[in-house]
């Protein structure tokens, strides 16, 4: 087996392989994955969304219990991976205790926080220089460029990588929804390339590389050669490691994307605010038309109006990963249909990031 990727952008860096596990909310990417991943030298991601849901005290406590699943849970991903790899945080923007998830974080001991659901513009603020990674997830230039201008204005700091997320992604979507009715005319490698270029000037300003991880959609290795091609360093891909063994959605969450099909994907109007990607199941075209009573708040995203959303996406969430799928929302990726089987994240690198030669 060849790998794809060469490691050069990486000097310094405990990877063997640049690949970043998506992070994925609510509970789908915790430690049980992002410790499988970074054991196999890969980085793993934790999503810090609602992370203290399973935490008996959680209903009415939830900031406490995040804070505290964000430190048991990087703990456990560290003791996994026995040395190898990286642990990182994935911490939206949007959410609330957005500020409060990434200091945590750092306080636990994440190797790097990815920031993406909105621009994290104060990221610099709130993660000491050199004590983890930082990183915006962007969809355009753009972004890129409002987050890395003002890094460097406001801080002197850049970025350690970008995530450039495409809108084959599944989850929350930086692109409006007109744009991905419209897939095949966003021609995404334009603004992947787009993308390493308006970087480039800070690489030269702060004499580091900042590699670029391209994600959304990507299979197996044939993809990633396209991505390697355009000249991105590395790969971030999510929807693969939900059907594996180590990841830590329930059975029937695998199941569902087991048996998936192509046609039952949608994009879907989140209470986020945000187009995204989900199984176009029961509770997607029940809640389509129909507002359900939002009874309790979690106090999850920042600006959410209960009495005004469709349905609460925390409850959607934990619903679904708890493995109740048709009353629940189940985020994927547009490659969700070609998943056959329940397999394993050596297994799944293995495809993704090596030529069979
Ligand atoms: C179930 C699921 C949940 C996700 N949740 C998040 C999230 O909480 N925050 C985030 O930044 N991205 C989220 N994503 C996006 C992934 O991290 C990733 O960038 C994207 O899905 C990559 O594309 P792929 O799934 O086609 O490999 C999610 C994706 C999936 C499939």
């Known amino acids: 087996m060849k790998p794809i990727f060469s490691m050069n952008s990486f000097e310094g860096w405990n990877l063997s392989l640049p690949l970043i596990q998506g992070g994925m909310g609510v509970g789908v990417s915790l430690s049980g994955l992002a410790g499988a991943v970074a054991a ?6 934790i999503s810090t969304a609602q992370i203290g849901f399973e935490e008996p005290d959680f209903v009415g406590n939830e900031e406490e219990c995040n804070l505290r699943g964000i430190r048991k849970h990087i703990a456990r991903a560290k003791e996994l991976s026995a040395g190898r790899g990286m642990v990182a945080v ?4 949007a959410l609330q205790q957005y500020r409060e998830h990434v200091k945590e974080a750092v306080r636990a001991g994440a190797d790097a926080v990815i920031c993406g659901a909105g621009l994290p513009i104060d990221l610099p603020e709130l993660v000491e220089a050199g004590k983890a990674k930082i990183a915006p997830i962007v969809s355009s230039r753009r972004a890129a460029s409002l987050i890395l201008k003002t890094w460097d204005k406001k801080y002197g700091r850049t970025a350690d990588f970008i995530v450039a997320e495409g809108p084959e992604a599944g989850g929350h979507l930086g692109f409006s929804r007109e744009q991905l009715e419209d897939i095949p ?18 690489e030269e300003k702060y ?27 590395g790969i971030q891909a999510a929807t693969r490691f939900v059907a594996t063994k180590e990841c830590d959605a329930s059975l029937e969450y695998k199941n569902a994307y087991v048996t998936a099909e192509e046609s039952g994907v949608k994009i879907i109007k989140s209470p986020v605010g945000m187009p995204g990607r989900a199984l176009n199941n029961a509770f997607v075209q029940k809640t389509e038309n129909t507002a359900q009573r939002v009874e309790r708040c979690y106090h999850c995203i920042k600006n959410c109006k209960p009495a005004q959303i469709p349905y609460c996406i925390t409850q959607a969430l934990i619903r679904a990963v708890h493995g109740d799928i048709e009353n629940g929302l189940v985020f994927c990726g547009s490659n969700v249909g070609k998943i056959e089987r329940i397999s394993t994240v050596k297994e799944v690198i293995e495809d993704l990031m090596y030529e069979k030669v």
């Open 40 to 45: 196999e030298g890969g980085m793993g991601v």
């Open 90 to 93: 994935n911490v939206m923007v």
């Open 185 to 202: 005319k966003i021609r995404f490698a334009e603004e992947l390339t787009a993308i390493m270029e308006e970087k480039k000037q800070y």
């Open 207 to 233: 004499h580091k590389q900042i590699p670029v991880f391209a994600a959304g959609g990507i299979w197996d290795a044939a993809d990633a050669k396209q991505i390697k091609e355009l000249g991105a360093d």
